[in-house]
T-cell receptor
Framework: RKEVEQDPGPFNVPEGATVAFNCTYSNSASQSFFWYRQDCRKEPKLLMSVYSSGNEDGRFTAQLNRASQYISLLIRDSKLSDSATYLC???????????FGSGTKLNVKP | GAVVSQHPSWVICKSGTSVKIECRSLDFQATTMFWYRQFPKQSLMLMATSNEGSKATYEQGVEKDKFLINHASLTLSTLTVTSAHPEDSSFYIC???????????????FGEGSRLTVL
């Protein structure tokens, strides 16, 4: 079983839609969780860290469910510029070990 | 925030030559560096993990004699693709984690990536 699993998509949604991605992780001892965004032919950039209590940044909301071992990312009022691949990253019980999901591709269409 | 600088951003070389890619942490001590490879329309693939001053740990299927990694200081790691061939053409990205102000940075910071094309 992979350490981190994501639905590769693509998710094709119209502008203004709300879209949610989930990511499951296998190591219950995982400490830190992140969502990164990667545009085509660019390096991943941190979108947001995911805290136990959940956190929101503008149109983006991230949540952690430790019992079911998944994290989620909700994007409200999708913009064309949100089109990208969203990577789920989980830090293991060792700060020097990071596990990546395969990424979920989002296409926001006019 | 912490910055990782990677260069060259792109390189074209002849088959059989070696190419060195550098990754520098600019405002934190990169105790651990990760090197990835990404082929078009595929996800990041971890190649190796290196801790400063130690030999790199390579993922299964990655040839350590072909992809030489050096992490001799807390601010610099290099990846050398030796005797490059067209199938080595890819997007190579480094990332780092470590200490800033004495505290673990927690997250990963990525370099800008290096696009290698081997003719």
């Amino acid at each position: 079983r992979k350490e981190v699993e994501q639905d590769p998509g693509p998710f094709n949604v119209p502008e203004g839609a709300t879209v949610a991605f989930n990511c499951t992780y296998s190591n219950s001892a995982s400490q830190s969780f992140f969502w990164y965004r990667q545009d085509c032919r660019k390096e991943p950039k941190l979108l947001m860290s995911v805290y136990s209590s959940g956190n929101e940044d503008g149109r983006f909301t991230a949540q952690l469910n430790r019992a079911s071992q998944y994290i989620s990312l909700l994007i409200r009022d999708s913009k064309l510029s949100d089109s990208a691949t969203y990577l789920c990253v989980v830090n293991g019980d060792n700060f020097n070990k990071f596990y990546f999901g395969s990424g979920t591709k989002l296409n926001v269409k006019p | 925030g912490a910055v990782v600088s990677q260069h060259p951003s792109w390189v074209i070389c002849k088959s059989g030559t070696s190419v060195k890619i550098e990754c520098r942490s600019l405002d934190f001590q990169a105790t651990t560096m990760f090197w990835y490879r990404q082929f078009p329309k595929q996800s990041l693939m971890l190649m190796a993990t290196s801790n400063e001053g130690s030999k790199a740990t390579y993922e299964q299927g990655v040839e350590k004699d072909k992809f030489l990694i050096n992490h001799a200081s807390l601010t610099l790691s290099t990846l050398t693709v030796t005797s490059a061939h067209p199938e080595d053409s890819s997007f190579y990205i480094c990332s780092a984690t470590g200490l800033a102000g004495g505290q673990n940075t927690g997250e990963l910071f990525f370099g800008e990536g290096s696009r290698l094309t081997v003719l």
